[in-house]
């Protein structure tokens, strides 16, 4: 049986993708403020960029995949209007369970549904946008993955992939320190639970850097890529066009 990666261990693959639910059905009652204290408020400026970069015009389409708690979904949907439509997904549904409620609370009402990345249940060329932030690390098979995030967009749509990237070389032992010493305890106080902190901080460190997901994106079917770091390359967006 094949064998990938979960954090630093390894796991066989048909095993992972129950190990990263088990993640992040831990996580999701506190994730937003997880997310604030882990970034120091960072995140909202990352996502606010990637939804300017997004750029969606009244009447669009647009597929928010690994969605939880919903950012950039109710971002989107703002954009796109009562004409357009923004799809909010997650593979793990508790996630995705408070995301729906958070929209709900901020009247906003968006098709939500439980699925895999890699077997998305949309047709194809169907979508304006496909956005996913913070998620694809975590997936078992990233290349399916991207090849199906291709499939269903049309010819010259846009993929937006936000995720944690390799850090300036400057800022390392920094950034490990915070990584390995802080965020597990910020993560035992706050949500109380510590090993699901120190997963995430060994993912982004088995995650492709900057150019290595370039690459993987256009042997994925994208036209042209581009990244865009911020932070130092703490975060990296990376914007694929389809042929």
Known sequence: MSSTHFG???VDESEKARHVRGVFDSVAPKYDIMNDLMS???HRAWKAYTVM?????????ALDIAGGTGDLAMAFAKKVGKSGQVVHTDINEAMLRTGRDRLLDHGIALPTVVCDAEKLPFPDAHFDLVS???GLRNMTHK?????EMNRVLKPGGKLLVLEFSKVAPPLE??????????????????AGDEGSYRYLAESIRMHPGQEELKTLMHKC???????????????????????
């Open 8 to 10: 630093f261990k390894t």
């Open 40 to 42: 120091m408020g960072l």
């Open 53 to 61: 970069v997004a750029n969606l015009q009244e009447g669009d389409r």
């Open 132 to 134: 996913v932030a913070f």
């Open 143 to 147: 290349d399916q993955a991207l090849k």
């Open 173 to 190: 032992k920094l950034y490990d320190w915070y990584s390995f010493k802080i965020l597990p305890k910020l993560g035992q106080m706050v």
């Open 221 to 243: 079917g994208f036209g042209h890529v581009d990244f865009h770091n911020m932070t130092g390359g703490v975060v990296a967006l990376h914007v694929g066009i389809k042929c």
